[in-house]
């Protein structure tokens, strides 16, 4: 069993939650036992955290200059206790992955692609709907719940944990978004008159956008006019996999040492 944690999606829940208030680190307290809990828990073989880069560096900023442009700067609280779990992976050799130019996405999908090849079972634990299109058969998601995770194992469990997931699979997540846009990367619908019921049609009839533009059907203006602007959509939310990461058993993970934890990291559990 190989888990990868988005680390992303942890820090802001552990910042935002309305439940268990703590007034001093709370992101790092609370992010810290979630990684605990999921060690005590699970025991995975394989185990990481994937953390995102700043985002004036990251490359879809190149494709487009809007792109997570309304977001707000990330609260100091949570980079303080992000440091804060760097170091504590550091002191327990827990492997990060992290690139100045590629998000924490695009890291989980090429560290799942690695383990896929080589018939590993992978949860990947997160918040963000966008990483459903990886589930596949080695691959799942799991949910954070209040204090650990549910591994969504089937298709519908996926639908129904991702209110924002609508199709009926997961290669479709690419192509559903092409059409429709991700509003909370700041990726505008590229097509005008297409919503999300359309949309859902279009895929459903053809697959794919690549389909549907190499068909033979006589395409309503609003999609034929705006091919260009569907395929860099589509560009802009596939979670690449091909990044240079390293070999699986340099994630290989042994028992969490406890004991460590209560003589040197002073972290309370």
């Known amino acids: 069993l190989a888990i990868i944690v988005d680390t992303m999606t942890l820090a802001y829940r552990s910042f935002y939650s309305r439940y268990d208030k703590d007034p001093e680190h709370p992101v790092a307290k609370k992010t810290l036992r979630y990684i605990l809990n999921i060690l005590r828990d699970y025991k995975p073989d394989y185990f990481a955290l ?5 985002r004036d560096n990251i490359y879809r900023r190149k494709l487009l200059k809007e792109y997570k442009a309304d977001r707000k700067e990330r609260p100091q609280e949570i980079e303080d206790g992000l440091n804060t779990v760097r170091e504590f992976c550091e002191m327990f050799d827990i492997k990060i992955l992290e690139h100045s130019e590629n998000e924490s996405d695009d890291l989980i999908g090429s560290f799942v692609a690695k383990f896929e090849k080589n018939k590993i079972f992978t949860v990947i634990t997160t918040l963000d709907g966008d990483l459903a299109q990886l589930h596949s058969k080695y691959t799942k998601i799991a949910k954070l719940t209040r204090d650990n995770i549910k591994i969504l194992r089937t298709w519908n469990q996926v639908k129904d944990g991702f209110k924002k997931i609508c199709v009926d699979k997961p ?11 991700d509003k909370s990367d700041g990726i505008k619908p590229p097509v005008p008159r297409v919503g999300q019921k359309r949309a ?23 999609i034929r006019d705006y091919e ?7 560009n802009l939310v596939k979670i690449y996999k091909k990044l240079e990461i390293p070999n699986i058993e340099h994630f290989r993970y042994s028992n969490f040492d406890y004991d460590k934890l209560n003589d040197e990291a002073k972290v309370s559990y």
């Open 50 to 54: 994937s953390f995102d880069s700043s």
């Open 171 to 181: 290669e479709q997540v690419i192509e559903h978004m092409g059409l429709v846009g």
């Open 200 to 222: 859902l049609e279009l895929i459903n009839k053809y697959g794919t956008i690549r389909n549907m533009f190499a068909s033979e059907d006589e395409l309503p203006w609003n």
């Open 228 to 234: 260009d602007d569907i395929f860099r959509t589509r």
